[in-house]
Structure formats: C-alpha cells, structure tokens
Antibody, heavy 121, light 108 residues
Framework: EVQLVESGGGLVKPGGSLRLSCAAS????????MNWVRQAPGKGLEWVSS???????YYADSVKGRFTISRDNAKTSLYLQMNSLRAEDTAVYYC???????????????WGQGTPVTVFS | SSELTQDPAVSVALGQTVRITCQGD??????ASWYQQKPGQAPLLVIYGKNNRPSGIPDRFSGSSSGNTASLTITGAQAEDEADYYCNSRDISGDHLVFGGGTKLTVL
C-alpha cells in the first residue's frame, strides 16, 4: 500500500525557515517524480515544486529562490526546505506522487494528508 | 492568476448529469487530470490522461477534451459527489504544473 506521511509543519515568523519531510512507503521511491502542493486556508490547490527520480528540479515562480526541494532515495523521503517565509506561504503542504507515463498525461496519483504551515507575526 | 480557468460553482440535481470544465491554452498540448476534494481531506485523483479512472473510482466519472477545454462529466450524480473539483495540467512551457481555481459542486 502506497503511503505518504508529511511532517515538519508548524508556526514560524516572517523571514523564518522550516523543513518539511515526506516519508514514502509501499512503492519503489526512486522510480517516481515527487511533488509538493500547497493549499492556503479556504483557497485552491497550488503546485510548489517537483523533483524527478534523477533529481531534475522545478519550482513555481512564487517560491523560486526561497524553497529547496530534495530527496533521499535511500531513506525514501522527500524534503522541502523553506526559507524567507512570508505570510502568503501559510498553507497546508501536501506531498504527492507523480503517476508517470506519457509526458502529455501528468497527474498526481497519491497524496499525503498534509502538514500545516502558519507564518505569522 | 491561474492559467487554467474553472467555473467557481456548479450545481446538479441528484441523479442528473453534470459537466465541469477547465479552460487553458496548455490543454491544446497536454491532457488535464481531475481531483475531488472533500472538506478536511486530501485531494483524490478521479480522471487522468485521455479518459482514465484510477482503481476504485466509479464509472460515472468520465473525462474528455476539445481544443483548449477539458471536461469532467459525472453521469448520475450522487450525494457523495458533492465536493470541490480541480483540474491540473502542465503549463504552456511544459516544465511547470498548474491547477485550475476549483469548482464547488453542489448536489441538490
């Protein structure tokens, strides 16, 4: 059974840092691209960042230069280092797996339950 | 602003058919995937690719695409289908991913 379990969320002041983790199990982690997706309170879903199995990395413009995605295939874990946090980064952060397949057919087939991040002064 | 556009809200009578649409230039090149999200829960993939359903998704959910518009159709909507629905695809560059703003479906 595929499982994704996020941790590391919490309260932080503007300008502060947090590191999120996502522990994966039930599949060959190194074979899949992984993602972070966030959802601000009462708002829609927003893609944050992706990392392929061979560690090609992509970021949304809203976080580029402040957030760093990484993975440890040996520990089957995904990470998101968040620096210079802003109030608008307040959201639930989800870890999500890429289904894979054709480049034309992107989808997230498994999601964790999310970890909340609140940036407040 | 989102590069994929969805109607904010749609309603359907119990047992009737409803179509939820998603518009964007990137949909001329890439398929949309669709997610159902109920309050307090993580999103759930319901449709991906040309018209594929993950295991466990009822066959009343289907997907289609024409030009710059992707559609999710629920044929015979049930009370449990009341939820927010999001489309997702690549952006026009292909490197970034994008979600539509979401559609709140009410089953009357």
């Amino acid at each position: 059974e595929v499982q994704l379990v996020e941790s590391g969320g919490g309260l932080v002041k503007p300008g502060g840092s947090l590191r999120l983790s996502c522990a994966a199990s039930g599949f060959t982690f190194s074979s899949y691209s992984m993602n972070w997706v966030r959802q601000a309170p009462g708002k829609g879903l927003e893609w944050v960042s992706s990392i392929t199995g061979s560690s090609y990395i992509y970021y949304a413009d809203s976080v580029k230069g402040r957030f760093t995605i990484s993975r440890d295939n040996a520990k089957t874990s995904l990470y998101l280092q968040m620096n210079s946090l802003r109030a608008e980064d307040t959201a639930v952060y989800y870890c999500a797996r890429d289904l894979g397949g054709s480049y034309r057919e992107h989808s997230f087939d498994y999601w964790g339950q999310g970890t909340p991040v609140t940036v407040f002064s | 602003s989102s590069e994929l556009t969805q109607d904010p809200a749609v309603s359907v009578a119990l047992g009737q058919t409803v179509r939820i649409t998603c518009q964007g230039d990137s949909l001329r090149s890439y398929y949309a995937s669709w997610y159902q999200q109920k309050p307090g829960q993580a999103p759930l993939l319901v449709i991906y690719g040309k018209n594929n359903r993950p295991s466990g998704i009822p066959d009343r959910f289907s997907g289609s695409s024409s030009g710059n518009t992707a559609s999710l159709t629920i044929t015979g909507a049930q009370a449990e289908d009341e939820a927010d629905y999001y489309c997702n695809s690549r952006d026009i560059s292909g490197d970034h991913l994008v979600f539509g703003g979401g559609t709140k479906l009410t089953v009357l």
